[in-house]
C-alpha cells in the first residue's frame, strides 16, 4: 500500500509542485491549506483536499489520527519576507507555533521524517555565497521565524529522535505562483504589472541581486528528500546559482512578453541586497542536474501568465505596525 504523507500549503505554489511530484513517487497525499495564498485548482488531481490551517490545533490532530503518515511535507507560511515587520504577530502565529502544531503531532505518531521548507531569509546579510556551514542572521522576522523552526527540528530530533531535514530555497518563480501577492515574488508582481500595461515597480536603484529559481529546480528535490537517507537531519540550501540584478530581471520580464521596459523606481526599503547560495551540498547528496535558465523559465512562466490574465493585486489588511511602513503598501 502507497505510503500516505501530508503536504502542507499544497494549494499554493511550491506546495502543490511538491505534491505532484510526491504522487509520482507513488505517495499519498494529504494536502492542507487554508487558501489564504492558494487556489484549490493548484492541487494536484487524486490528492486529498483537506481545507484548514496549521495554526488550528484540533485539526492538525484529527488528521495525524486519521491518516498513519509516513512522511510530513510541511510548506504552509506566509512568505512575504519584507512584510513581515509590520505583521510581526501573524507571522510568528502563522510560520512558527504552526510548525510546532505539526511537529508535536508528528513526534506523537512517529513520523518517519519531517520535511521543512525553510528559505536563505535565515542567513540575513551573510557572505555570499551562502553556504549551510555559516551561522544563520536573520534580518526580519519572516528570517527568524524560519530559523526557529530549523532549531525546534534539531532539538525534537535530539530530545524525541524525529527525523528531519531542512531545504532553504530562495526566490523561487514559475507557473502556479500566486501573482496577485503584491508583497512577495517579484517576477509574479512584474509579470502582473505588464499585463496591466502598468510599469514595473522596484524598490531601490534595482541593482540588488538574487539568483531566481524556476519551480522545476526546486519541487522535485524537496519531495525526494525523504527518499534519500544520507539527508536525513540535515540541511540544504536549493535554487539556482547564477544571482541576477532586479533591473535585469525586469529586461527579461519584458522581453518575454514582447514589451518595452517601462520600469517605476520606488524608495528603498530595508532588504538584504545581496543574497544568493552555495549548492554544492545538495548536488553532492542528490546529484547534479541542469538547472532552468532565466530567460527560459521567465518565458515558461510568461506563457502561463497570459493564459491566466492579470489579477488585481490582493492588499493584506491586518498590518499591525505602519511605522516605516513603505508608502506603496501604506493603503
Not at 504552526?98 to 503531532?105: A, D, K, Q, T
Not at 540535515?234 to 520580464?253: H, K
Request: proline share 5%; with cysteine; net charge negative.
Amino acid at each position: 500500500m502507497a505510503d500516505s504523507v501530508l503536504v502542507t500549503g499544497a494549494a499554493g505554489f511550491i506546495g502543490a509542485h511538491v505534491a505532484h511530484h510526491c504522487q509520482t513517487f507513488g505517495m499519498r497525499v494529504v494536502a492542507l491549506d487554508d487558501l489564504s495564498g492558494g487556489f484549490v485548482e493548484n492541487v494536484p488531481q487524486g490528492a486529498t483536499f483537506v481545507e484548514g490551517s496549521v495554526t488550528d490545533v484540533a485539526l492538525v490532530e484529527r488528521l495525524f489520527q486519521e491518516h498513519e503518515f509516513r512522511y510530513v511535507y510541511h510548506l504552509a507560511a506566509y512568505a512575504a519576507e519584507g512584510l513581515s515587520h509590520f505583521i510581526r504577530r501573524y507571522n510568528y502565529e502563522t510560520n512558527l507555533i504552526g510548525s510546532v502544531n505539526l511537529i508535536n503531532e508528528a513526534v506523537k505518531h512517529d513520523v518517519r521524517c519531517f520535511v521543512f521548507t525553510s528559505s536563505i531569509a535565515v542567513y540575513g546579510a551573510n557572505q555570499t555565497p551562502m553556504t549551510e556551514a555559516l551561522t544563520p542572521l536573520p534580518e526580519d522576522p519572516y528570517g527568524v521565524s524560519k530559523y526557529a523552526v530549523e532549531l525546534d527540528l534539531k532539538a525534537a530530533h535530539e530530545m524525541f529522535g524525529l527525523p528531519y531535514m531542512v531545504f532553504r530555497p530562495h526566490n523561487v518563480y514559475g507557473e502556479k505562483q500566486n501573482i496577485a501577492d503584491r508583497y512577495r515574488n517579484v517576477i509574479g508582481i512584474f509579470m502582473n504589472q505588464v499585463m496591466q500595461g502598468k510599469g514595473m515597480t522596484i524598490f531601490g536603484d534595482g541593482t540588488q541581486t538574487r539568483a531566481f529559481s524556476h519551480i522545476d529546480d526546486v519541487a522535485p528535490i524537496i519531495a525526494r528528500g525523504p527518499l534519500v537517507r544520507d539527508a536525513y537531519n540535515e540541511v540544504f540550501n536549493v535554487g539556482a546559482d547564477r544571482p541576477y540584478s532586479v533591473n535585469e530581471l525586469a529586461d527579461e520580464v519584458a522581453r518575454a512578453f514582447g514589451v518595452a521596459r517601462e520600469v517605476e523606481y520606488l524608495a528603498a526599503r530595508n532588504e538584504v541586497l545581496h543574497a544568493f547560495s552555495s549548492h554544492e551540498k545538495v548536488a553532492r547528496i542528490f546529484g547534479t542536474r541542469p538547472c532552468v535558465e532565466l530567460r527560459d523559465g521567465i518565458e515558461r512562466m510568461a506563457a502561463w501568465a497570459q493564459q491566466r490574465g492579470p489579477t488585481p493585486p490582493v492588499v493584506f489588511r491586518n498590518i499591525e505596525l505602519r511605522k516605516n511602513l513603505p508608502p506603496s503598501w501604506n493603503v
